[in-house]
Each structure stands twice: as structure tokens, then as C-alpha cells.
């Protein structure tokens, strides 16, 4: 097979103003609105035209249905897609004898006409010079003929191929980031790389007598694979080797293939920070070296070994708070490091007015400030981000009794138990004397006194155990879909009588005595949140005459609790069948996964997670660590950013938005001044609404098939709130400015009635160096806040605003100040920025 | 912190941002518009009050001629009796003669009216025994399952859906939406299409409001509904107007992510509702609302403050309907339900309700629309007549209270249940009420009053042709 002819390098470029006023027709912008499902279908797609009808028929998001129908065309055109004026859709195109019609409203009639052309001519379409904005090219017996920006006027020309059957291609055969010419002859493919006209790669694959070739990146690796169409089925060959290792069925004989020409290649800064959105409280520049020097399965074990964040420990203290009167019990200011003693009096108030006991002991105050300090600095990130995830699931919330220690030992003791056992952790909650308080498992009363007067058992956790911790409402596959009866109905995994079995098993604990204190063992004992609860069982446990557990026989998922039985074996036996029932898996994987990484994980995905639920590898069911390495590791968490993957990613709940804006931008923070506007936001941290947490875990966004959990959180009011916060934070605060270019803090100032603290400080030192140049830093922000992914019209929108922010020769701290804080504030509230994907 | 907060064993759900407003799949058929008004449209808004948790209907609407028979199952030492000397007696005309009395916490403020005066003039109406059903059902039918029940009966988060969306048969929250919201479809183009959103929520996203075009827009009750630093007077070139502009293009432009685009949707509703509703909610209202509301600073005569503002400025928002929601939580009462001691518990509740009712029906008054507003109370669920111990837990059927100047109040909706535990109207035996009345009937009746047509009804409520009675007489 001789190798395509060579031709001479006739290279023409258009002249700077051409290229000019095509860019600037580019920026005046053709801006989509803001959901249109279907434009966003066109950024990344296959499909196929049917000649015969003359449609188009495009999926957008590779699940081989087509989001788009639409008829365009007549007999005799070649079908393509474009994006001719780089404003991010692809458009159906059809090329007639010299004319490209362009119909870019998908309604099936033409409202753009470029000539470029003759008829004969073979059309593509791709960037060609990378600038963002598809060109057209003409293929004319072995001369490519480009047309940047998509004008009508050839800006490039180069000689390749020119045998009689030739199929032209443009594409990255070798994954340097240019496209390379190809020749399809008969099923061996020569490529150009250096489009020097000689052919320096060949492949096979193919040579069918009616097969169409294509080459496109099909797998996201950067790197153009080959795919032939043959008979309505697509053939891939992602090693180039002719080897098929991937194929789909879109289209019958007779159809056209269309394909999105465009791989968007991920670099390792962006794949680094999707690791650390993911696994941490935001990307840092540290935290990105460390993850592209260990490598993803080494930072995630370096991350699981970590030693673990230690929350302050805190006193005991009564839930009611002592006045000055009738209680004495410690002085102050000891309150806040000493233990309980009976005989030391306090009266909880400092003498000088403000009542720091009542902010500090009796309000969340200094838990919620330290867990955001943490969440900002402490090295122990997954860990922490972990126990942040189960306290959303299996949530406790100081909405009902204030108190600071006990939510401080119960956000500990997930801390603790992170990358630990699930059924180990279950069992530590249900015991939990905080949660007993919480959801009325504390003090429930199965006596015989009890049954006898007809009065059934509190139901509260017995319900929410079931419904929120463990099992949820319907049975499940291990993909986390829902399963259907023979009726084609899902399935309710438990009833009302199974709530009341599982109540009846879970009576008769109550709080443990302070025996410092005096107290003895007793039912309804004084509240007492830092010890686990005990049974109160009467003669069978020598506390009395009494036995407040239910003896009576039960019957709970299938498994036959004899009479008699004793409140640890019943609690521990209950809480064994929850953990171990079928639908824990995928109930509790599937929102593990929606937590750290995305909103709308693939069932494979929740059922390649459930299986190491299921089983570590060394037949444990519910590692916890396991379970967290499998969901960062696994492949769709860490494909390269790729358009195909449109529903990837999820909102920042406004933890994580705060959190990663200030870790992002390296601004330090004793979490004091952040506190009040995440209440505003809709997440008070440690103050859920419901044990149903901050948002439900269900939640639909509007008008569409996505689940958004966070989204329940996030509509107009709150909307304001998010970005107000960002410009109070960036805006204003004291700046000490010290002598000239020192570094500019700027930020809230420390409260002088919290011991230790330090304030929120924004350093804008580094932002100086590039404010007299809007555009390298509005690159600068982009490279910090969005790893290089913004969009070109949102940059040329910021640049505008920044450049409108007048700067004298030479320009004055100020003035630059005001430009960083420009950039960084359009950014920071920007759409693109409250999404992780 | 002012005081104190000592929380006892109670269990409050602060449904500040509850379940949320959800999309539609398409499993109800396609909702057309409304066909235009032939006359003019006139003014009509309906205030939906969500009490969240499942509010003891039992013990807001007390039989007194029968007292006997709710004594002897909530008696003074079961720890959620309400005296019999202590309530607030009403007659129903339509009751035989039979009297009732309302739980003596509905107290009132500022001169305004209590809801006993209310019932009395004719204003207010009880719709008894309501809760969601598939169709008429019997007690028989319940044990034997053989006429579908709704989904997750006693579940709090399902029942919450259900009440708002009247869809009760749905395992995922998939394509849910609410019946308020496919209200506002059907009456859609009686506002301008330049108005800002029809439906209002002042207690965040949730599904009542949300229908099919119709899309709740979340509003707070004060504070900024704008941008921190805008100035609205600003010129070309200077730096405000830049950066505003800057930041309705970035609102404005496509992205490849789902993700991002859903982000952009409520953010440019924001920008765009913003200068029109900002000064709105920012402003004090008139006379009409700062007399009934003063001093009045509950969570829920907050949010009924903000909607008589924003009912005051229906023409500059041009509105010829309005739809609200506004909600209070904790009335979850497992334990601690606390009937004796007024400014805790269940007592705390009622006597917010009972104030801001009272305020918004004053205001109302002196705005001259008390019979254009229409407002309802809604709740997960009753609670169970049969006491645990300490409180109560989930039901099924309660009353409801449905409060304008439109409403032909003064009597009974329904059929008042039968109080006997394990009686012909006891799902079993702790007293949990099947109702009589359907939701589907209850909010029929008012969409009804709104102007949705009577062949549009079923669309909006699709269980609505099971029953014999599709609306009930409280609207006239």
C-alpha cells in the first residue's frame, strides 16, 4: 500500500484584523440561556443522519438516546456538527455544493449560510487552531483547506492523501494537544502528526466495504481513538491496535455517524484538585503537590493513615443552666478546663457583663468554631470530611438542647470512627446518650406497668434508625436502584408493625449516674450525655425492682427474639440486623458517594462501591475505609474532566463553599466570623433543621431527572446570601497595610471575648503582582479558583469589569486592590464556582 | 444569646428549608394553561400554613358537648388534656347544636381578632377529619389493604410531600410537584407575563408552589434581596455597573455541567426578581400591617408580615393572583406535648399561630382584601388520639383551619371522627383517623375560589373523580 503522496506546504494565515473580528464577534456573545438541556447535549455528542429523511438524531451524554431530533437538510448533503461561533453548543450543519448551512437553533431551518467550497469538496469541522471556535475545512484530492473561525476565507491550507477513496480526518492521534491530518484508505489509517505531509503514524482497523471511519477520544484519555460505523454499530478501537474493545449500537445501515470531534484533555492540576474537592474542605497549592508527588492511591492512603483531629474535650455540665442563686457549682473563668467537682462553686457568670458560660458551654459556639478551623487546616482532611458526611446521614442536631459538650463527643466519636466498622459505628449511636435525647431512645419504657396500661413505646428512633441510618424506605439492588414487584411496584423494606417490634426491642435504657455527684442507678436518671446509656433491667441486672426493657417475644425482619431477652443482647442483635441487611450497602453507598464526589452516580458506580461494602476483600462487611478508598479511587471519580460527563459533580453545600474559597485563596479564619453567615446560608453547622439534616438527600432539581441535594439550599434567597457573604468577605474588614507591599490583610478582626482568636485574613499580596494586567489576572484567579477551566466569554466578561476599575501610572495599592478583589468576587459567585465536577 | 434556652426531651422539627420544590417527569399528563379570564381576573391570593412535624389536631378542636368521650382517653393525668374549662367555645351552625371548643392558646394581640371571633363572625371554618386518600376508604378496606393507601403513611418527610403535592403514591421524590404550584399553572396567564413569580415561598424551596411553569421563588421575610454593593443608579463605565454586568453575563452563559446550569436557574430568578420585590420586603408596609403586627416577632408573623407587604404591592408587581407558603415547625410533640404550660410545647405553637392569624386576617381587613385572601393550614399528619406516655405519636386524619373574608365560616367541613380508640374511625387502636375528608377535596375547593375551572380540577388533583363530593361548601 503506497503511502499517500506528498504535496508541497502551501500555508497562507489571515491577516490580524480578520482574526481580530472574529474574536470579537465571539465576545459580544451568543450566549445560551442558561438551561438549555439541549445546547448542552450538542457539546459533546455522537448521533447519526438519516439520508433518507434527512435528521438528525444526537445523544449527548453517551447513554445512546437521543436528546435531540430534529430535521434539517435535503437530499445530497453531507451532515456534520460544529460549534462555528465557539459559543460552546454544537449545531447541526449541513454542506450543499459549496454552501455550509448552519441551524443553529436547532428548529431544522438554516440561519446562518457561510460559502466555503465547491461541490465535491469532502467537509469537516474542528478547531483546528485551538482558539475555541470550530473552523470549517475542505478536503480536495489530498489538499486541506482550513478556514479559521469559520469566515469563508482559507487561512491554512496543507497537502495530505489524494488516492480516489480516500476518507479525510482531523484528530490527536498522539495526544500532543494539536489535531493531526489522517487518511482512512481501505482500513489503514495515516496520520501526519507534524502535517508535513508525511505520514509518520499508521494504523489498521476496519476496511469493510461499507464501513465509515471516524477518529475521536471516546474515552476521555486526551488521545483520539479509531471507531468505524458499520451497519448501525460502532466499533472502538481505544488501544489504536485494531483490537475493538468498546462497542454500541446508535443507528442503523444506511445512517451517517456524526461525532463530536473535540476531546477536552484534563491536566494533573485539574485532576489533583477534583481529588481534594472530593476527599478534603477544598484544594490547596500544598495539599495539590502532595497529591501529584504521592499519586492518587497514595494520597488516599497516606490520607486514611493520617492521625486523627482531637476536638477539645469539654465538662460535663447540667442541661440547665445554673444561676447565680440557686446553683453554685464551679468558678470561673476555670469553667472551661475544669472537670465537674461538687464542691467548688460556680455561677456561671464572669462579672463583667457578658455572659461568656452561656455562649460558651450552653450554645455549639466553640464546637462549631473549631470544627471550622479544622476543616481549614487540620491534616487529617478525609477523615474529617468523612465524620462531616455521617453527620449528615446519621444526624443529631443541638436544635434541641444547646449544650455544646455532648455534640463536641458525638462529632468526636465520628471523627473516631470514620474508617471504621459501619455496624461497630451503629452501635456506638443507638447507645449514644445524645442521640437517645435526640430521638427519644433514652427513657423509653417497656415495663410491664407500661404494657399493661396499653401505652405503646416511643417509635422516634426505632423509625429513623431504619429509615435514615441504615435501610432507608425501599428495598434496593446493589446498583441503589430501586427493586419492583411482580406489579412492577417498589418494594417498602419494613412497616408500622416492624417500627414498633424494633421500639419494643430498643426500651429500657436510660442515662448512667454521675457518680461524683451522688447519683445512683436508676430509671429516668438526670441527663448525663458523657458516658453511653444503660439498661434498666431490675432483678435481671440487679437496678432495682423494675425492668423498663420489654420481654416480650418479637419478631423483627424474620429474626424471632424469644421472650425474655435482655436490653444489650436485643440492642446489639437489632442493630446487627440493620447493618447487615441487604439495603445498607447501596443505601448508605449511594449517599456516601453523593456527599463526597457527585450528585448522580451511575448504578455501577453506587454497585462497584456496594460490593466493597459488602466485602473489603477480607470478607468484613461495612469497612469504612474501605469504602471511602473505593469511592475516590474508583474510575468514575477519577475520569479526566471530559463534556460527555454532564451530569459529574455536585453544588457546594455552603460548608464546602466557604471552606474552599478560603482554603483556595489561602485565608486564614478562626472560624468566628464564618459562623453566622453559614447560618445564613441554611447550614448552621451542629444545628440541623430535622434528623432529616440540612437539605434532604432526595431532592430533585426542578424540571429536570437530577438529583441536587444541596440545591434544596441553594434558591433565590439563599443565592443572595452565598454571594453577599463572598463580597462582606472580600470587600470589607480592616486592612492593615503596613509599609507599601507588605502583606495586605484584610479580613474581620479578631473577637477579643474568644480565647485564642485570630480573626479571618485575607493576604491580597500575591494578587498584587498581577493587577496591572487584567487579563493575566483574571488568569490568575482562574488558575487558583477554577484549575483553568473558565470559559472564555466568563473571562472576557471579568476582564471588562476589571479593566473598568481605572488604575493610574503607576497604580496605587489600592487601585490594584481593587482589582483583585474585582476578579476574585466575579469569580467566587460565579455558577462554575459553587459546582464541583 | 438573651436567656436561656433549655430544651427538655422534646423533639422540635425547625422546618426552616424542609423538602423541597421538584421537578415533573411527566407522569401527570401534559397541564395546559388556563384559558384567559373572559372578564377581568380580579385580585385573589391563597396562604398556605404548613405546621410541620404532624400538628395534634385533637387537641386544637375539642368536642365540649362530648367532652366525656375525649376524657376518657386524654384524661388530666395522661399529660396532654386540655381542660375542659379552659376552651374556647364554638358552635358550628351546621352541627346540630353540638359544641366544640378551641385550645385556649389561640390567643391574640394588638386588638386584633382570636380565632373563637373569627369562627364566630363567620370568617373562619374547621374542615374536620382531612387527610391525603387515594379514595373514599373504610376501616375494613384499611385492614385489608385492598384499596391502595398512600405511601409511607406515617412517615414524616412522605407525608410532608404529599400534603403539598397531593401525588400519594410515588416512591421517589422524581417528578414530584405541588398541587399550589399546578394552581398557578392553570392561572397562569392572569398575571402579565413582566410579572416577577406568582408563587412565593417564605420558608424556603418547597414543593406546594412548584408546578410545571410554575416555580416557587424563595423570599426572606427581611434583609436584602439584592446585591451587597450594587448601586441601581450607577452609569456605564464606573465600576459598579461593570461588575454588575460582568455578573449577569456569567449568570447568563451556557456550560457543559448540569451541574452548573441548575446553579445559574434560581440565581438569575434572584437578579431578576430582585429590584422589583427588594424595596417590597425591605419597606415597613403601611399602617394597615405595622398596626395588627406590632410587636408581634414570631417566626410566623414574620413570614405573614412579609406576605401582606407583598400583597400590598400587588400592582406594582403585578399580580392579579398570588400563591404563598409560610410554615412553622415543632410540632413533632413525641414527648413534652405540655398543654398546661402556656409559651412551651404545643401551647407555644398555637399562641403564635393564633396571633399572626389573627394580625393577617386584620390586615387583610384594612388593606380591603379580607375576601380576595384565602388562608389554610396544612400538617404531615394528626396525631395519635391514644397519648404515649408524654405526648403523642403519628396519625393520619386532622382538622384544619381555613380563615377569609370569602369563607363560609362559622361551621364544620366533614365528618368529626368517632373518638373511641379502635373505633369505626381508628386505623387500629391508638386513635389515628382515617379521614373523610380527602386532601384532593379540601384543596379542590380552593383552587376552585381561585378560578381554576371546574374541568381543570381533576388535572391538578388527579384522585379528585373518586370522590362522590369533588369540593366541599366552605367557599360558598
Given at each position: 500500500m503506497s503511502q499517500p503522496s506528498v504535496q508541497a506546504d502551501r500555508r497562507t494565515t489571515a491577516s490580524p484584523i480578520a482574526r481580530a473580528f472574529a474574536l470579537a464577534v465571539l465576545a459580544l456573545g451568543c450566549a445560551t440561556s442558561a438551561v438549555d438541556a439541549l445546547a448542552q447535549s450538542l457539546q459533546a455528542a455522537v448521533g447519526v443522519y438519516r439520508p433518507g429523511i434527512s435528521r438528525f438524531f444526537v445523544d449527548g451524554n453517551y447513554d445512546l438516546v437521543a436528546d435531540l431530533s430534529v430535521a434539517f437538510g435535503q437530499s445530497g448533503d453531507v451532515a456534520l456538527l460544529g460549534d462555528i461561533r465557539g459559543d460552546g453548543a454544537r449545531h447541526p450543519v449541513v454542506f450543499r455544493n459549496g454552501q455550509w448551512l448552519v441551524d443553529r437553533n436547532r428548529d431544522g431551518t438554516s440561519d446562518l449560510t457561510v460559502t466555503f467550497g465547491a461541490a465535491g469538496d469532502k467537509p469537516l469541522i474542528a478547531d483546528f487552531d485551538k482558539d475555541g471556535i470550530d473552523d470549517l475545512v475542505l478536503y480536495r484530492n489530498g489538499v486541506w483547506y482550513i478556514s479559521s473561525g469559520g469566515t469563508?476565507?482559507?487561512t491554512y491550507a496543507y497537502g495530505f492523501g489524494g488516492g480516489p477513496t480516500d476518507v479525510p480526518l482531523l484528530a490527536d492521534i498522539d495526544g500532543d494537544g494539536m489535531l493531526d491530518l489522517i487518511i482512512y484508505r481501505a482500513g489503514v489509517w495515516f496520520a501526519s502528526t507534524r502535517r508535513d505531509g508525511v505520514a509518520d503514524r499508521v494504523f489498521a482497523f476496519g476496511g469493510g466495504p461499507n464501513d465509515i471511519p471516524m477518529a475521536f477520544d471516546y474515552n476521555g484519555d486526551g488521545i483520539a481513538d479509531l471507531v468505524i460505523f458499520r451497519d448501525g454499530v460502532w466499533y472502538v478501537s481505544t488501544a489504536r491496535n485494531g483490537v475493538v474493545n468498546a462497542s454500541f449500537q446508535l443507528g442503523i445501515a444506511g445512517d451517517k455517524p456524526l461525532y463530536f470531534g473535540k476531546g477536552v484533555a484534563s491536566t494533573p492540576r485539574l485532576d489533583a484538585a477534583r481529588l481534594l474537592y472530593q476527599g478534603t474542605f477544598g484544594p490547596t497549592e500544598a495539599e495539590i503537590t502532595r497529591v501529584q508527588t504521592l499519586g492518587v492511591a497514595g494520597w488516599v492512603d497516606a490520607q486514611l493513615a493520617a492521625p486523627k483531629s482531637t476536638f477539645t474535650a469539654m465538662p460535663w455540665w447540667p442541661t440547665g443552666r445554673p444561676s447565680t442563686s440557686t446553683n453554685p457549682l464551679c468558678t470561673f473563668p476555670n469553667y472551661l478546663t475544669s472537670s465537674y467537682s461538687p464542691t467548688a462553686p460556680c455561677n456561671c457568670s464572669d462579672g463583667t457583663g457578658f455572659n461568656r458560660c452561656q455562649r460558651d458551654v450552653y450554645t455549639n459556639y466553640r464546637v462549631q468554631n473549631e470544627f471550622l478551623t479544622k476543616a481549614l487546616t487540620a491534616p487529617d482532611q478525609l477523615r474529617l470530611r468523612t465524620a462531616w458526611a455521617l453527620s449528615q446521614i446519621i444526624v443529631t442536631s443541638n436544635m434541641q438542647d444547646p449544650l455544646a459538650y455532648p455534640m463536641r463527643d458525638y462529632f468526636q466519636m465520628l471523627t473516631d470512627n470514620a474508617f471504621g466498622n459501619f455496624q461497630e459505628l451503629l452501635l456506638r449511636v443507638t447507645a449514644s446518650p445524645w442521640m437517645g435525647n435526640y430521638l427519644d431512645m433514652v427513657n423509653n419504657n417497656g415495663s410491664p406497668a407500661q404494657l399493661a396500661a396499653g401505652r405503646l413505646p416511643n417509635e422516634n428512633y426505632a423509625r429513623e434508625l431504619l429509615q435514615l441510618f441504615s435501610i432507608g424506605l425501599w428495598e434496593l439492588r446493589d446498583d441503589g436502584t430501586q427493586l419492583l414487584d411482580a406489579q412492577g411496584k417498589p418494594i417498602p423494606t419494613y412497616d408500622q408493625d416492624e417500627i414498633m417490634e424494633l421500639a419494643r426491642a430498643l426500651t429500657g435504657w436510660t442515662y448512667y449516674p454521675l457518680t461524683n455527684l451522688g447519683q445512683t442507678v436508676r430509671w429516668n436518671a438526670p441527663v448525663n450525655y458523657l458516658v453511653n446509656m444503660i439498661p434498666i433491667e431490675g432483678p435481671l441486672n440487679g437496678?432495682?425492682?423494675?425492668?423498663?426493657?420489654?420481654v416480650t417475644a418479637k419478631s423483627l425482619m424474620g429474626y424471632n427474639f424469644p421472650a425474655g431477652g435482655r436490653a444489650e443482647t436485643e440492642i446489639n442483635m437489632a442493630v446487627a440486623l440493620v447493618a447487615q441487611h441487604p439495603n445498607t450497602a447501596p443505601f448508605m453507598s449511594k449517599q456516601l458517594i453523593q456527599q463526597l464526589v457527585t450528585s448522580n452516580p451511575t448504578p455501577a458506580y453506587v454497585q462497584r462501591v456496594s460490593a466493597v461494602w459488602n466485602n473489603n476483600g477480607s470478607g468484613i462487611r461495612g469497612d469504612l475505609k474501605a469504602v471511602v478508598k473505593a469511592i475516590l479511587t474508583d474510575a468514575e471519580a477519577r475520569a479526566p474532566r471530559n463534556p460527555v460527563r454532564t451530569k459529574f459533580g455536585k453544588l457546594k453545600e455552603p460548608v464546602l463553599y466557604v471552606t474552599s474559597l478560603l482554603r483556595q485563596l489561602g485565608i486564614s479564619s478562626d472560624g468566628v466570623a464564618l459562623r453566622t453567615p453559614l447560618s445564613n446560608m441554611a447550614q448552621n453547622v451542629f444545628n440541623s433543621p430535622t434528623v432529616f439534616n440540612y437539605y434532604n438527600a432526595e431532592y430533585v432539581v426542578p424540571g429536570t431527572n437530577l438529583s441536587g441535594p444541596a440545591f434544596e439550599i441553594f434558591d433565590a434567597t439563599l443565592y443572595f446570601q452565598r454571594v453577599n457573604w463572598a463580597y462582606n468577605l472580600l470587600y470589607s474588614g480592616t486592612c492593615d497595610t503596613g509599609a507599601p507591599w507588605s502583606p495586605v490583610l484584610c479580613g474581620p478582626a479578631p473577637d477579643t471575648t474568644v480565647s485564642g482568636s485570630t480573626g479571618t485574613k485575607i493576604d491580597w499580596t500575591i494578587a498584587k503582582a498581577y493587577a496591572d494586567n487584567p487579563t493575566a489576572l483574571v488568569s490568575y484567579v482562574d488558575n487558583v479558583l477554577l484549575f483553568g477551566t473558565m470559559p472564555v466569554g466568563m473571562r472576557n466578561s471579568i476582564v471588562k469589569a476589571v479593566t473598568a476599575v481605572t488604575v493610574s501610572t503607576p497604580s496605587t495599592q489600592q487601585q490594584r486592590l481593587d482589582r483583585a478583589r474585582m476578579a476574585v468576587y466575579l469569580t467566587a459567585i460565579s455558577p462554575k464556582f459553587q459546582v464541583e465536577f | 444569646m438573651s436567656g436561656p434556652m433549655i430544651f427538655t426531651r422534646r423533639r422540635f422539627l425547625q422546618q426552616t428549608a424542609a423538602l423541597g420544590a421538584l421537578s415533573m417527569a411527566g407522569s401527570l399528563e401534559q397541564l395546559g394553561l388556563a384559558s384567559a379570564a373572559a372578564q377581568a381576573p380580579g385580585y385573589k391570593a391563597l396562604v398556605c400554613v404548613f405546621l410541620f412535624g404532624g400538628n395534634d389536631s385533637n387537641s386544637m378542636v375539642i368536642p365540649v358537648t362530648n367532652y366525656a368521650q375525649y376524657d376518657a382517653v386524654r384524661p388530666a393525668a395522661s399529660n396532654v388534656n386540655v381542660p375542659l374549662a379552659t376552651l374556647q367555645q364554638i358552635t358550628p351552625a351546621n352541627g346540630g347544636g353540638a359544641v366544640f371548643g378551641l385550645n385556649p392558646a389561640f390567643t391574640t394581640a394588638n386588638g386584633n381578632p382570636s380565632l373563637q371571633g373569627l369562627f364566630g363572625a363567620g370568617k373562619l371554618a374547621v374542615v374536620v377529619n382531612a387527610g391525603s386518600l387515594t379514595q373514599p376508604m373504610t376501616k375494613a378496606e384499611y385492614r385489608s389493604s385492598t384499596v391502595p393507601k398512600p405511601a409511607n403513611l406515617f412517615s414524616h418527610s412522605d407525608q410532608q410531600q404529599q400534603g403539598m403535592?397531593?401525588?400519594?403514591?410515588?416512591?421517589?421524590?422524581?417528578?414530584i410537584n405541588g398541587w399550589g404550584g399546578r394552581l398557578g399553572d392553570k392561572v397562569a396567564s392572569m398575571n402579565p407575563a413582566t410579572a416577577t413569580p406568582m408563587s412565593m415561598s417564605f420558608s424556603g424551596t418547597q414543593t406546594f408552589g412548584t408546578g410545571v411553569q410554575v416555580r416557587t421563588l424563595a423570599l426572606p421575610t427581611g434583609g436584602n434581596f439584592g446585591f451587597t454593593g450594587d448601586n441601581l443608579a450607577a452609569l456605564p463605565g464606573s465600576v459598579q455597573y461593570e461588575r454588575a454586568a460582568a455578573r449577569a453575563a456569567l449568570l447568563a452563559a451556557g456550560d457543559s455541567s448540569a451541574m452548573v446550569g441548575a446553579s445559574q436557574v434560581n440565581a438569575v430568578v434572584a437578579q431578576n426578581a430582585s429590584s422589583k420585590i427588594n424595596p417590597v420586603l425591605t419597606g415597613a408596609g403601611s399602617a394597615a400591617i405595622t398596626g395588627p403586627f406590632a410587636g408581634l416577632n414570631s417566626s410566623l408573623a414574620n413570614q405573614l408580615r412579609a406576605v401582606a407587604k407583598v400583597i400590598e404591592a400587588r400592582s406594582t408587581l403585578q399580580h392579579n393572583r398570588q400563591i404563598f407558603f409560610v410554615s412553622i415547625g415543632g410540632f413533632d410533640t413525641h414527648s413534652g406535648q405540655g398543654t398546661t404550660n402556656v409559651g412551651a410545647g404545643l401551647p407555644a405553637l398555637y399562641q403564635q399561630i393564633g396571633q399572626a392569624l389573627g394580625a393577617f386576617y386584620r390586615s387583610t381587613e384594612l388593606m380591603g382584601v379580607a375576601s380576595n385572601v384565602t388562608t389554610f393550614t396544612l400538617s404531615d399528619f394528626n396525631r395519635t388520639f391514644k397519648p404515649n406516655g408524654a405526648g403523642t405519636d403519628h396519625a393520619w386524619g386532622g382538622h384544619q383551619f381555613v380563615m377569609g373574608g370569602g369563607v363560609v365560616g362559622g361551621n364544620f367541613y366533614g365528618q368529626f371522627p368517632?373518638?373511641?380508640?379502635?373505633?369505626?374511625?381508628?386505623?387500629?387502636?391508638?386513635?389515628?383517623w382515617i379521614p373523610t375528608t380527602a386532601l384532593d377535596q379540601y384543596g379542590a375547593t380552593l383552587g376552585r375560589w381561585f378560578g381554576v375551572p371546574d374541568v381543570d380540577l381533576p388535572q391538578v388533583f388527579p384522585n379528585l373523580s373518586k370522590f362522590p363530593a369533588p369540593y366541599l361548601a366552605f367557599m360558598g
Open positions: 469563508g476565507t482559507a437496678t432495682g425492682t423494675v425492668n423498663y426493657h420489654d | 403535592s397531593s401525588i400519594l403514591l410515588a416512591s421517589t421524590l422524581t417528578g368517632d373518638l373511641t380508640l379502635g373505633g369505626a374511625s381508628d386505623t387500629d387502636s391508638a386513635g389515628r
